[in-house]
């Protein structure tokens, strides 16, 4: 990508003002005009940055940090235009603000993607201002003028000024009206590698997170939600919980409880010590009978339209043959390490926020319904998340907090054991599938049909998933069964398992054809790439580019003695991902040795912690497919903690080879498409092995010794 | 309740608790050391561990009273400089994604690297896989142990 010159065309740049102490100083906002006073002479162009005469440079990440690496990603992309020396970077974590920033989430890896032009013309535009304020004094043309390492030099006169030298006075111009970018060529910090932020913090024990809040005054809340899914509170006889020493109060809301401490432990105590009665849910869940409603949907009922290209009954129909298999996926928590956690201070006229949230607007519009104060009354804090996976998205522990605060009338920071985390639902989505694959006469795949039945609305699947485009009939439905269990999305909404369930099926169709499994690919994206079948989302030309690396690096066809090779490609969150995993099976006993990873992501911003979510990412895939299972008995979660609800451990990760594609698109997600092919191609990889075809998960839950 | 005197990172310090409160919450809660974190509550994940008379404990199930008058060794008193040297190639490689759990991690390499300055693959599986890493930060984690070793981190 060449230079650009840029139109900055936000809604509202502005001002000039002379600040506290005679220093002017200049601030402007995306979104609306205001007049940012500020510590005299500190250099403060706009929300995202600001630069001290010391030159110190505070670059600011307006997104919540949960592992991802946002709080380093971010600022790079801003220093990279401002052409900082990363040695004066300090970086800070903005609270949320929704007039100075766009878009303060944590979800489907979309941050950088959605967020990439606008931190590089916040970059640009104070390089631009500081290059005017050197050409200014130096009496040159600013195009004559040069920036490096936080530094302007004019190279035909040998001067030169530092960024901090020049912050006052750059302070004291007006803004450019448009800004030129670099070409992706120059870049000198975009696709280097770069420590995260708070690394030096976290291996000192410093870093703070939520869960480590405590400010004068506050007390420390258990939570108790419903034992079964579905319950109603009834009564709470607090007698017991209140005798414990420490124990303060105990409030209660609809379907909550909380014990308020003025230590964790005694309110673990005292929430042990509740005598609770619950109201029976209207049915007593089980996964035996969600199974057995799925089955009786996808048979009986008239499912949704999620995709129809062609024909597919007809073409099932007259199909030469028809290959058919069912599949099926448990529930999954989360299971953040951070326990789920919120502090929150609600007094008459105002509320603080603080904590681990995915998306802090959510939880700022929520604590105004439920306190009716205005949101401008409301201040939100995020701090550093220790892990969500989607499960922060939500805003119920937010509501603990504030409920609790409002009730109790002091500070609280309320946690949930873990074992409140397991029985409290909110998971993602067990679901089964029926995929029916039509074959013609000279041995085509013309119908490919997926039944699919679960419990949220849309569907635990993702109808636009490749082989569409490669199929004439292809069509994809969804059967809804009502249950009280709460579901939310979990790392890579439906493409989590998703990719697991099309990459094997697709491998049962190839197999019954007697293709190779990845030529039989490449052929079907050959067919999408030139002549399609429908509107696809993806393009078929960059998913050809990750297999045939993937291939090249794991000399595919030639695995090491005694290992048998799997292969999967995925188009998730704006990116492309293929894997080859090597695995053996012996005596059942599943192991991964390694998994070669290629990624098109297009503009590599942290090569580290690119590097840091596939590898995590392809570990989450694994072990979620091998051990995850959250099964449900009497209405209650059967897993409680971490005992019997496996994670993957150190000693079954595969070695990971990981290699980014060079391409000239724009940054896309990376937080979660590395996931979606990792069981894909392990399940792939244990067929090859066994013969066993995984058709239900997690993967321990089937016989490998065959 | 009962006093107990504990010596945290060098220093006695003086507590008033229930002799069966997990070590775990006299940290965090009442002396305000919140490198140690709450994970499960029941010895699973490691996230809570710390060095008792240098051998690594879950907190979250040890009572206070059973570490009376002993040294404790907390994340935050690893090194007085921050410099011990799983912390350096922590850093150097790059470790952690969301860090919850990087503490508990720290803890027992450094209990392993000083029982067994040179580990093999297997010891290492062997000596962490009591410690849960969400993130998958895994493969970093063994890389910077095994850095750490070949530098002599017993040293």
């Not at chain 1, 799925?294 to 009986?300: E, P, S």
């Not at chain 1, 062609?310 to 099926?328: F, K, Q, S």
């Not at chain 1, 429908?534 to 030639?558: F, H, Q, S, T």
């Not at chain 2, 490691?46 to 907190?59: K, Q, Y």
């Amino acid at each position: 990508m060449s230079a650009e010159s840029t139109q900055l065309n936000r809604r509202a740049f502005l001002k000039l003002s002379t600040a506290v102490g005679g220093g002017l100083m200049l601030g402007f906002r995306w979104g609306a005009a205001e007049v940012v006073p500020a510590k005299p002479a500190t250099f403060k162009p706009n929300a995202f940055l600001r630069i001290a005469p010391s030159g110190s440079v505070t670059l600011l990440n307006q997104n919540p940090e949960i592992g991802q690496g946002i709080k380093t990603a971010f600022p790079m992309i801003i220093g990279e235009e401002l052409d900082v020396d990363w040695a004066d970077v300090v970086i800070e974590q903005a609270p949320l603000d929704t007039e100075a920033y766009e878009r303060q989430v944590a979800a489907g890896s979309g941050a950088i993607r959605t967020t990439y032009q606008t931190l590089r013309e916040a970059g640009a535009s104070a390089r631009a201002l500081l290059v005017a304020a050197a050409a200014q004094q130096w009496g040159v043309a600013p195009q004559s003028c040069r920036t490096a390492k936080s530094v302007v030099t004019h190279p035909p006169s040998g001067r030169s000024l530092t960024y901090g030298e020049l912050a006052d006075a750059a302070g004291k111009l007006p803004l450019p009206r448009s800004v030129t970018l670099k070409s992706t060529k120059d870049f000198s910090l975009l696709g280097t590698r770069v420590r995260g932020t708070d690394v030096p913090k976290i291996v000192t024990g410093e870093q703070r997170y939520g869960i480590d809040t405590k400010t004068p005054g506050m007390l420390y809340g258990a939570i108790t939600n419903p034992p079964e899914h579905g319950q109603k509170l009834g009564s709470v006889d607090d007698t017991a919980a209140l005798k414990v020493p420490g124990v303060v109060k105990v409030v209660s809301w609809p379907d909550k409880v909380c014990v308020l401490a003025t230590h964790t432990y005694a309110a673990f105590l005292g929430k042990d010590a509740l005598k609770i009665e619950w109201e029976a849910a209207a049915v007593r869940e089980s996964t035996a009978r969600l199974s057995q409603a799925f089955a009786d949907a996808i048979a009986n009922g008239s499912g949704e339209h999620r995709r129809r290209v062609g024909n597919v009954e007809r073409a099932l129909d007259g199909a030469d043959r028809v290959i058919e298999a069912t599949y099926e996926v448990p529930f999954l928590p989360h299971a953040p390490m951070e326990p789920i956690n919120m502090y929150a201070d609600v007094k008459a006229d105002s509320v603080h926020l603080l904590g681990p949230m995915q998306t802090p607007a959510n939880a700022r519009q929520l604590t105004s319904q439920l306190t009716g104060l205005p949101e401008t009354k409301i201040t939100t804090e995020m701090t550093r998340i220790g892990g969500g996976f989607g499960r922060r998205l939500k805003t119920d522990f937010v509501e603990d907090a504030v409920q609790a605060s409002r009730l109790a009338g002091t500070p609280v920071n309320i946690v949930w054991k873990r074992e409140e985390e397991m029985i409290g639902g909110n998971f993602r989505p067990a679901a089964l599938y029926h995929y029916r694959a039509g074959i013609d006469s000279q041995g085509r795949l013309i119908a490919w049909h997926l039944k699919s039945a679960s419990i949220t609305g849309r569907g635990a699947i993702v109808p636009t998933n490749f082989p569409n485009g490669a199929v004439p009939h292809f069509q994809v439905d969804n059967h809804r069964v009502r249950s009280a269990i709460t579901t939310a999305a979990w790392r890579s909404p439906n493409h989590n398992v998703c990719a697991m369930l099309d990459q094997s099926f697709l491998e049962e169709v190839g197999y019954a054809l007697g293709k190779e499994p990845l030529a039989f690919r490449l052929e079907l994206l050959r067919q999408a790439e030139t002549d399609p079948y429908g509107n696809i989302n993806y393009e078929p030309a960059r998913l050809r580019g990750v297999l045939e690396e993937v291939a090249k690096m794991a000399d595919w066809g030639n695995p090491p003695a005694g290992r048998f090779q799997g292969i999967a490609a995925h188009y998730s969150h704006h990116s492309y991902v293929a894997q080859v995993a090597e695995v053996s099976v012996t005596e059942g006993n599943l192991e991964v040795h390694k998994v070669y990873c290629a990624a098109d992501c297009g503009q590599v911003i942290n090569l580290s912690g690119a590097e840091n979510q596939c590898q995590g990412g392809i570990i989450d895939g694994i072990g979620a497919a091998w051990f995850g299972d959250m099964p449900i008995v009497d209405g209650a979660s059967a897993n409680t903690n971490f005992h019997t609800y496996r994670l993957i451990r150190m000693n079954e990760v595969p070695e990971i080879e990981t290699k980014f594609l060079k391409t000239d698109y724009p940054p896309t997600g990376l937080g979660e498409p590395a996931l979606p092919p990792a069981s894909a191609a392990v399940a792939n990889a244990i067929f090859a092995a066994t013969g066993v075809r995984i058709r239900k998960l997690p993967f321990n839950a089937n016989d490998l010794a065959g | 309740m009962a006093q107990f005197k504990l010596i945290v990172n060098g220093e006695t310090r003086t507590v008033e608790a229930d002799p069966n409160m997990p070590l775990l919450w006299v940290l965090r809660d009442l002396l305000g050391l919140t490198g140690t974190k709450y994970g499960c509550g029941m010895s699973q994940c490691g996230t809570c561990t710390v060095h008792l008379n240098s051998a690594p404990i879950r907190t979250c199930m040890f009572p206070v009273s059973a570490a009376a008058n002993q040294s404790i060794t907390t994340i935050e008193g690893l090194s007085p400089t921050g410099d011990h040297p799983l912390q350096v190639t922590w850093r150097e490689m790059d470790v952690p994604q969301c860090g919850y759990c990087q503490g508990g991690q720290i803890m027992s390499a450094a209990a392993l690297l000083q029982s067994n300055p040179e580990p093999t693959d297997e010891d290492i599986d062997a000596a962490m896989t009591g410690n849960i890493c969400r993130c998958g930060t895994y493969l970093r984690i063994k890389a910077a142990i095994k850095l750490a070793a070949q530098r002599g981190a017993a040293q």
